[in-house]
């Protein structure tokens, strides 16, 4: 099998674990985020209100790790203490350590970290009538508010951060992949998937159709393959441990020859 690099590109300061795993796994690991996570400055005021109302929600889902490290930043600037008797929910056990850090103990739907894995928990099977808060990045999928609106739930948001595309010279991603001998690429979400996919030229995208794809979802490779990626691994989900679990799958098989 040829020495081939693993290029990871989760935000900065959140790969470091993940490429320690694929070093340990007898691999080049190198790091380029696709991601930038920011801040939102103000908190608008029907956000802020539903902020102070937080005791008035049933349920309050995160539907990541990010919207664990902001929200819950903002959600303590207005409860020192947390108010009881809510249901907390997170996509992943990931997230859900991280509520756990704030004394939250978190329901999530195991293996499964999707908005329908959320949906499928038992809580939120019946929340007809009942207000749902979730606490997310600045746009992103809508199936999760849909579908609980659906069941009938007065779903509202708090968008509290906001995920930005790199500043990266054009021709750069390209040349990097080239540089380090990159022959999979891990992508964590479908916008890392699309923030790459601007970042190459029709050129640059043809040169890397032999480069190994490694994606959070059948969803994002569904995009992947559109894109004309033709070599596309698709992880139990995002989380660490499912990305290294198909990386060995990659190394078992061979596959980055």
């Known amino acids: 099998m040829a020495a081939r690099g693993v290029l990871v590109t989760r935000p900065a300061g959140q790969g470091d674990a ?8 007898g691999l080049g690991a190198h790091q ?3 991601l930038v996570l920011e801040p939102l400055p103000l908190l608008p005021a029907v956000e802020r209100a539903r902020v102070l109302a937080l005791d008035e929600f049933q349920h309050i889902i995160f539907i990541s790790g990010n919207a664990v490290r902001f929200g819950m930043e903002v959600i303590e600037n207005f409860w020192p203490q947390l108010p009881l008797g809510l249901d907390w929910y997170a996509v992943g056990e990931g997230t859900a350590r991280a509520l756990a850090a704030f004394g939250v103990a978190a329901q999530t739907p195991g293996a499964d970290m999707t908005s329908e894995g959320l949906l499928a928990l038992p809580g939120l099977r019946n929340c007809s009538g009942e207000r749902v808060l979730l606490v997310k990045g600045e746009g992103g999928r809508e199936a999760l508010a849909r579908e609980l609106a659906a069941r009938g739930a007065r779903v509202e948001t708090l968008a509290c951060y906001r995920r930005v595309a790199p500043a990266l010279a054009p021709g750069a991603f390209a040349a990097a992949v080239a540089r380090w001998n990159i022959g999979l690429i891990m992508l964590s979400s479908g916008e890392g998937l699309a923030n ?9 995208t043809s040169k890397l159709q ?3 794809l490694l994606l959070p979802s059948a969803r994002v490779a569904d995009s992947a393959a ?3 990626f033709r070599h596309c691994l698709v992880a139990d989900n995002a989380s660490d441990q499912a990305m290294l679990r198909a990386l060995e799958k990659w190394v078992a098989s061979s596959g980055d020859e």
Request: glycine share 8%; hydrophobic share 60%.
């Open 210 to 212: 032999d480069v190994w």
């Open 18 to 25: 993940l490429c320690e795993g694929v070093a340990r796994r």
């Open 32 to 34: 380029l985020p696709l």
């Open 196 to 204: 790459m996919l601007a970042l190459l030229t029709p050129a640059e």
């Open 226 to 228: 559109a894109a004309g």
